[in-house]
């Protein structure tokens, strides 16, 4: 048995103390002594050297795992490029067995094309440790291409002097595929930002760069190299709205600290220093820590969307009340809400629940919506609101008393910064509607059946052998039994109008090409007794070929003969009108009710006004601009004050392009639908000037014979009753002895100073009057204080400040109608007094005459007397309004409004 190194060891030990205590031996014992030492130390050295014998067997086994193992592929090449040796991870690169391997040409494994990248490794010189790199397509197990990144090291010469290279293989396959996806990414982005009509950014939220594409700056009036507006995130805050600093900050600060979709809507300042609305799109990239890195998105201007979202917040309220007033149901509520914050009042008569239940949370949809549609709405509602656009349902509701009644439900989405935020819309009963299609869907067969029996005439086309089948209807209408009619496309053809085959043609090709849904032609065609019937022509392919050639054609023949003579004598009564209207010289007119639509106007409208029709078709408002300024204002509050009811009739002057200037009486009537609702107004405007020229003529000679008159009965009347009266008073002295005589001439007297006294009246009356230009207050004030000294009664003149009439005419006549005022007050209304108001106004005067007297009748006032009547006439003429009106505590006042040609201050 082998003794242990530690035997060994104290052996030694032993030996060495037994020497060194002193023992005298002989020189052969020493000498056995020390063999036996070195026997010991050669077996101590013996089992070292076997220890280090299996480590270095560890060693070996476990470099040969790691280089079998190894994450690359290892092999070592002869400059003949022969595999010497190679590892397992290699062998699965190149798909085979390490022993059908071995030995063999690596350049077999390689792609033809790149087998000329080989040679470098294989004539690698120099020392030992020089590299080359290349990339090698291989192809692998199963013809699979496979990319390696190859670097070889030059190991030396082996035992023949042949050098050696070990080269290591890693596969880049995936890396290279990455890559070439990476790019074709990268250049679809760059194509889609090129063409988005969006502009896109990228934040880099650890360096605050930002990536602007060139449609963000060029929808801020930036080039993409304009220097004002560099890749900074500076660039975007300097031009943000300070309104929407806040709000953007926070909607940045929820989708950095929550990884929420960024959205936020906003103002940017253009480089033209206009603000316009945009509204921001955008997400966040995170790293492994869920920490924000980066944030990219789109904006899109919203200028025109937001301004029209202002106009229809604006009129909100006008269209609420649009709502309120038609028969639908107008509502609002929050989209994560399930109970209505509006709903119109017509909700409580069409479906009997109080307000106050649409306001219950899922009241509506538990209580109102007929169970078997509710299931079908709430899916319907989830896929809209997931789309974000307007909508439209339709489903049934079950009203209050039992009765199920069908909607259609008008769906407006109004979105907010994070998406859909309330719903608005209107509920529209289609119940009619729904029952008519239920009615319709189940008549269909039966129509279908009683077609035959209709008064229309059926036809049957085989297009590709041209048969042509009709029923009795239609042979009958044409006046031949059906025995006469061949059943030929032909003799439908050698039937139809020559002038109107070209239409009916042209509407078959039109539908056998596809290019209308049905066949439709009006045309006529030849009677038996040789007289034209006229037909409306309607079919419909029913049968194509598999190329889209059509087979079979069916349809209609309906006789519209009676149509088109009715048609016909329309038109000939509408050419009729218009050559009357023509002749006439009045214009006829038709208009829409705003007047913004000028529907019809009579040729009689260039003679008169001087301008063409045509232009008035074009531009209806051009007939205000032909007015006399001076009556335009007039004119428009008569038509505006009667609009309503579409009736007026005014008179006002117009300027003809000739300068000319012409008097026109207008009048309107309305035009309704029926139902009492306006739909139009037509009138008559014809010219008066002549008309007018001849009142003007006929006062001046009733103002004339006036004068006469009153001249004539103060100068030769009034002077023979005073002569008369002295004569009697003589007499009356003389017969005093008999009392019956002188009674008697006392009362002739008295008769006679009282015909003395109305016959100055009169003559006052009559009087010629001159107002001088300007002086209508003074000869007012003296008319005032004439009459009453001759009535004997109290006649008040007020002038509120100077009124200046400048035109002497006008003045005339407003004296006369104050003057006809007073007499018809103390003559008629037995006033006991009367006032007289002369005030300026904005545009003229205004002549007030009230008196306490008894009155009058309005309707009997606006008839009116002859006074009444010459009162009117002289308003006319000057272009002022008469008003009367019952005075307050009795009597009647008259209103004269005259608008002079220089506005009094």
């Keep these: 048995m082998k003794a242990t190194k530690a035997e060994l060891i104290q052996r030694i030990a032993h030996l060495k103390k037994r020497q060194s205590a002193g023992v005298v031996a002989l020189a052969h014992e020493r000498m056995a002594q020390d063999l036996e030492v070195h026997q010991v130390e050669l077996e101590t050295q013996n089992q070292e ?74 004539e690698l010189r120099g020392q030992p440790g020089a590299r080359v790199e290349t990339e090698l397509q291989l192809v692998g197990k199963g013809g699979a291409t496979i990319v390696l990144n190859v670097q070889s090291v030059l190991m030396g010469d082996d035992e023949n002097g042949d050098l050696r290279c070990r080269a290591a293989l890693t596969d880049v396959t995936a890396h290279r595929r990455a890559e070439v996806a990476l790019r074709h990414a990268t250049e679809r982005f760059e194509v889609a930002v090129a063409g988005s009509a969006d502009g896109l950014w990228d934040w880099d939220l650890t360096t605050d760069s930002v990536y602007y594409s060139p449609r963000f700056k060029e929808l801020l009036g930036f080039t993409a190299t304009d220097r004002r507006f560099p890749d900074v995130l500076a660039s975007f ?106 709903v119109s009042p017509w909700a409580r008569e069409a479906l009997g629940y109080p307000l106050s239940d649409w306001m219950k949370p899922g009241f509506f949809h538990k209580q109102m919506v007929h169970p078997d549609d509710r299931k079908a709405l709430a899916q319907r509602n989830k896929e809209a609101l997931a789309r974000e656009d307007d909508f439209e349902l339709e489903y049934r509701l079950v009203t209050a008393d039992g009765r199920t009644l069908w909607f259609r439900d008008i769906v407006h989405v109004v979105r907010g910064m994070e998406g859909p935020e309330v719903l608005k819309g209107f509920l529209i009963d289609i119940t009619a509607r729904k029952h008519a299609e239920t009615a319709l869907r189940e008549s269909e067969l039966q129509q279908r059946l009683a077609l035959e029996g209709a008064d229309l005439g059926l036809w049957d086309w085989n297009v590709p052998t041209g048969h042509f089948a009709v029923n009795e209807r239609w042979s009958t209408m044409l006046g031949h039994a059906a025995a006469e009619i061949d059943p030929q496309i032909e003799s439908w053809r050698e039937r139809v109008h020559p002038d109107d085959y070209p239409t009916a043609r042209g509407a078959w090709e039109a539908h056998r090409a596809g290019q209308a849904d049905s066949y439709e032609a009006e ?19 029913i049968e194509r070929a598999a190329d889209g050639a059509p087979i079979r054609v069916c349809g209609t023949h309906l006789d519209i003969t009676e149509r088109k ?60 601009d032909a007015v006399h300024p001076e009556d335009r204002a007039t004119l428009l509050a008569a038509i505006t004050a009667q ?43 014809e010219d008066i000037t002549e008309r007018r020229r001849m009142q003007i ?65 009169l003559a006052h009356t009559l009087a010629p009057v001159s107002v001088e230009p300007g002086g209508l207050t003074d000869a007012l004030e003296g008319l005032a204080a004439r009459s009453a000294s001759l009535f004997g009664i109290p006649v008040d003149f007020t002038g509120t400040q100077p009124v200046t009439v400048s035109d002497a005419v006008a003045a005339g006549h407003l004296y006369r109608i104050a003057q006809e005022a007073i007499t ?57 309004t008469l008003g009367l009106a019952p005075t307050k505590g009795g009597g009647l006042t008259i209103t004269c409004d005259f608008r002079s040609h220089t506005p009094t201050p």
């Excluded at 000739?658 to 008559?684: K, M, N, S, V």
């Design 643 to 685: 609009q309503a009811a579409g009736t007026y009739d005014v008179d006002y002057r117009i300027l003809r392009p000739d300068g000319a200037e012409r008097w026109i009486r207008d009048r309107a009537f309305p035009i309704g639908d029926g139902t009492g609702a306006l739909q139009g107004i037509t009138g008559i405007a």
């Design 49 to 122: 050297l076997q220890g280090a014998q299996h480590l270095l067997e560890d060693s070996r086994d476990r470099y040969a795992d790691l280089y079998d193992f190894a994450p690359v592929g290892l092999l070592t090449l002869d400059s003949r490029g022969t595999i010497r040796e190679i590892n397992l991870t290699a062998c699965a690169m190149l798909g085979a067995e390490r022993t059908r391997l071995l030995h063999r040409p690596f350049h077999t494994h390689v792609a033809p094309d790149d087998r000329a990248k080989l040679r470098p490794h294989l």
């Design 697 to 761: 003529e006929l006062l001046k000679i009733s103002d004339d014979v006036q004068q006469r008159i009153g001249q004539d009965l103060h100068d030769d009347i009034c002077q023979k009753l005073a002569g008369i009266t002295f004569r009697l008073q003589r007499l009356q002295g003389k017969g005093e002895a008999n009392s019956a005589i002188h009674r008697g001439i006392g009362e002739i007297n008295d008769l006679l100073r009282g015909a003395t006294v109305d016959a100055r009246t």
């Design 824 to 880: 018809n007050a103390r003559t008629h209304g037995k006033a006991r007094r009367i006032r007289v108001t002369l005030a300026a106004t904005p545009a003229g005067a205004c002549l007030t005459i009230a008196d306490n007297g008894r009155g009058c009748p309005l309707p009997i006032a606006d008839q009116g007397g002859m006074g009444l009547r010459i009162m009117h006439s002289r308003a006319g003429l000057i272009g002022a």
């Design 565 to 624: 003579m009715a048609e016909a004598a329309l038109r000939l009564s509408e050419e009729r009108f218009r050559q009357m209207s023509g002749a006439i010289n009045q214009v006829f007119w038709m208009t829409s009710v705003d007047k913004n639509e000028m529907l019809y106007v009579s040729p009689a409208y260039e003679r008169i006004w001087g301008r063409t029709c045509a232009s008035l078709y074009a531009a209806p408002g051009t007939w205000l």
């Design 237 to 342: 805050k300097t031009r943000l709205h300070p309104e929407d600093v806040g709000p953007t900050r926070d909607a940045i600060a929820r989708a950095v600290r929550d990884g929420a979709p960024y959205r936020a809507t906003y103002r940017l300042k253009t480089a033209d220093g206009d603000w316009r609305w945009f509204e921001a799109r955008g997400a966040t990239l995170r790293d492994a820590h869920d920490a924000a890195t980066r944030m990219a998105g789109s904006i899109t201007d919203i200028t025109e969307r937001r301004q029209t979202e202002e106009s229809l917040r604006a009129s909100e309220q006008r269209f609420r009340h649009l709502v309120e007033s038609t028969r639908m149901i107008g509502w609002e509520r929050p989209v994560k809400a399930t109970s209505f914050t509006y």
């Design 523 to 541: 045309y006529r065609i030849r009677h038996k007794q040789r007289s034209w019937v006229w037909i409306l022509d309607k079919g419909r392919v």
